[in-house]
């Protein structure tokens, strides 16, 4: 039958399921075809906490959003225009997510009144109104994939998993998308296992055909790509960047890279990323816990490899004392924290910008730690590389903020070559040096020398009793004590000198100016924007650099009436802003649910305070 085709700039969809379901798996296959034909696109994966949440409830749902588009793309958008129900769960944890009058499509199969009773209806929203003014497509995907790969050599209870290819192929020709790139994914993540990879790929097929076929899809829909710069582009993730942007650094700097961790959500991936990397000079060591980690960490620091550990909210809480011994050891160190919400155990699959005082403050005396922060999935791998870049050439750890949001959500990367990137210098010391002393600083930086054991006349005392000043020999002297806790403070202040200044986009003159930090930059810079094509006078600024904040805030800060931090939290870089500046007035705008900021909340607020 002849179908028609509309062309259009930007679509939100939403993969829905049981966390059996595989909708991780079928939303990441679509963001890599998107990101093939050149889309700009950002994802947000959205994971159950529970391991193992009773089937078909809505504890246990698993979901995958992407915005794609001609246009760039800075935020996995908030409502969907297309919503793939694969249960009654599924569709009521979507259901406020989802524009009036957009498609929603079900696994009718999945709609039995059992289903309704786990996911807690009273009555079935196919039958009592609840779906009006929706575009409701009932598919039996369950009972189409069974007929789909009834050819193929697998076990019975097998032939039912690969209906989230018979889904993904409904949403392919909606969107004119290849199923090769998809098929090819198959064929080498199954190779092994021939028959799984036919089961799959037929499914895929199938349900093509179906929506091909089907009369309740009456067009489909093109998106061209999108105009980006020049490049070989793929899709990244925030983990896979950090991993890579810490390949990039060791490779650059002619370091060994050491990490030492051990898994917790949503870190983990960066170690399995390092995991395959072995090949690259690249040792992993999963330590038995958080303190082994870090501790390894500090060790391979000493023997003079480029050391990271990674983590979570309550792994940096149990790192605090080692952290602060790499400060007092004067050893460069990156820390990575992809955080979730907490506190305590928390949420550990929902996203939070939950540690940034824990980050700047939470070790015991005076131990100041260069933080800095990463703001969308791509730039995770340039912030890593800077990471590394600050540890070894000022001697001190980093920490590095990333988290769930940005950590797991992809985005298209241009691929960066590594000889073109900005030096790394480390601050090695080496026997020709003459009269040295562990302790003796530059002038610019106050960074002692990496002195590696085994270097004949660098022979010096390490550990985390308090340094006299130059030698590094144990001290109780009070006056040195107070000595060497300005110096170290100074140390990290003055790396404000090797970071750039903070950049104003949108309408300088503005009365109101938006401040974020880390990865709420998608989210309120596609509102600023919105609002700044829709002729609105406001201004954004963003922070990726925490401590030491950049050198001309003061300046920036005063040209406006009105200055709004928005944050994943209650309040916690606002605390930082009133004490290292008090004399501005700062207003609040929080969301502490797990979720980042919607495009739609934001720019209702920023009209109230701009008097639209």
């Not at 097929?205 to 009456?218: F, K, V």
């Not at 550990?309 to 924290?337: H, R």
């Not at 590095?400 to 940005?406: E, P, R, V, Y």
């Not at 060497?484 to 949108?506: D, L, Q, T, W, Y």
Request: aromatic share 8%; hydrophobic share 40%.
């Amino acid at each position: 039958m002849s179908k028609g085709t509309e062309e259009l700039d930007q679509v939100v969809i939403k993969f829905a399921g049981d966390s059996g379901d595989g909708m991780q798996l079928t939303g990441t296959q679509f963001s890599n075809t998107a990101a093939f034909i050149g889309n700009d696109l950002a994802t947000f994966p959205d994971f159950p906490a529970e391991i193992r949440a009773p089937q078909g409830t809505v504890a246990g749902v698993s979901g995958f959003k992407i915005q794609f588009g001609s246009n760039r793309v800075f935020s996995p958008g908030d409502e969907a225009d297309i919503l793939i129900a694969m249960n009654p769960a599924a569709l009521k944890a979507n259901i406020d997510w989802i524009k009036d009058r957009g498609t929603i499509i079900i696994d009718s199969d999945g709609f039995k009144k059992k289903d309704f009773e786990k996911a807690e209806y009273k009555t079935s929203p196919l039958d009592d109104g609840s779906l009006k003014g929706y575009n409701l497509i009932e598919a039996p995907i369950t009972k189409l994939t069974k007929e789909s790969v009834a050819h193929c050599d697998i076990e019975n209870k097998s032939r039912t998993r690969s209906k989230n290819m018979f889904a993904l192929g409904i949403v392919y020709w909606l969107f004119n998308r290849p199923l090769e790139i998809t098929e090819n994914f198959l064929d080498t993540k199954f190779k092994k296992l021939p028959e799984i990879a036919k089961a799959n790929k037929a499914a895929l097929q199938a349900g093509y055909n179906y929506a091909l076929t089907i009369e309740l899809l009456p067009s489909s829909y093109k998106v061209k790509a999108a105009k980006l710069p020049k490049g070989k582009y793929r899709s990244i993730t925030g983990n896979q960047a950090t991993a890579w942007g810490i390949l990039a650094a060791a490779e650059k700097s002619k370091l060994k890279l050491f990490l030492g961790t051990y898994p917790i959500t949503p870190a983990t991936d960066i170690l399995h990323e390092l995991a395959k990397h072995k090949g690259l000079e690249t040792v992993v060591l999963q330590a038995e816990d958080e303190i082994a980690g870090i501790c390894s960490a500090i060790g391979a620091s000493f023997a003079g490899s480029l050391a990271l550990t990674t983590t979570s909210g309550p792994g940096l809480a149990l790192k605090s004392e080692a952290i602060g011994l790499a400060m007092m050891t004067e050893l460069p160190l990156v820390i990575i924290n992809v955080q979730r919400g907490g506190p305590s155990t928390g949420l550990p699959t929902k996203t939070e910008q939950s540690d940034l005082l824990q980050a700047v403050y939470g070790r015991n005396g005076e131990s100041p730690v260069i933080v800095i922060a990463a703001s969308t999935p791509s730039n995770c791998f340039d912030f890593a590389y800077k990471a590394a870049k600050l540890a070894v050439e000022h001697m001190t750890p980093v920490i590095l903020l990333t988290d769930g949001f940005i950590a797991n959500g992809a985005e298209p990367w241009k691929i960066k070559n590594v000889g073109e990137m900005e030096a790394i210098q480390p601050a090695f010391a080496n026997e020709a040096t003459g009269n040295w002393s562990p302790y003796t600083r530059s002038e610019d930086k106050l960074n002692r020398t990496w002195a590696v054991p085994g270097t004949k006349g660098l022979e010096h005392r390490i550990g985390g009793l308090e340094k006299q000043a130059v030698t590094g020999n144990v001290s109780y002297d009070p006056n040195n004590h107070e000595e060497m806790v300005k110096v170290r403070s100074e140390k990290v202040a003055r790396v404000a000198n090797f970071i750039p200044n903070i950049n104003i986009n949108g309408d300088q003159n503005s009365d109101l100016l938006v401040v974020g930090w880390g990865g709420t930059y998608g989210s309120l810079h596609t509102a600023t924007s919105t609002m700044l094509a829709d002729g609105k006078s406001i201004a954004h600024v963003h922070f990726n650099f925490i401590n030491p904040l950049p050198k001309n805030i003061a300046e920036v800060f005063s040209k406006f009436k009105k200055i709004i931090v928005c944050e994943l939290n209650n309040g916690q870089f606002v605390k930082l802003l009133q004490s290292e500046l008090p004399q501005f007035n700062y207003l609040q705008y929080n969301k502490i649910q797990g979720l980042p900021f919607s495009k739609s909340q934001l720019i209702t607020e920023f009209e109230n305070l701009i008097g639209v």
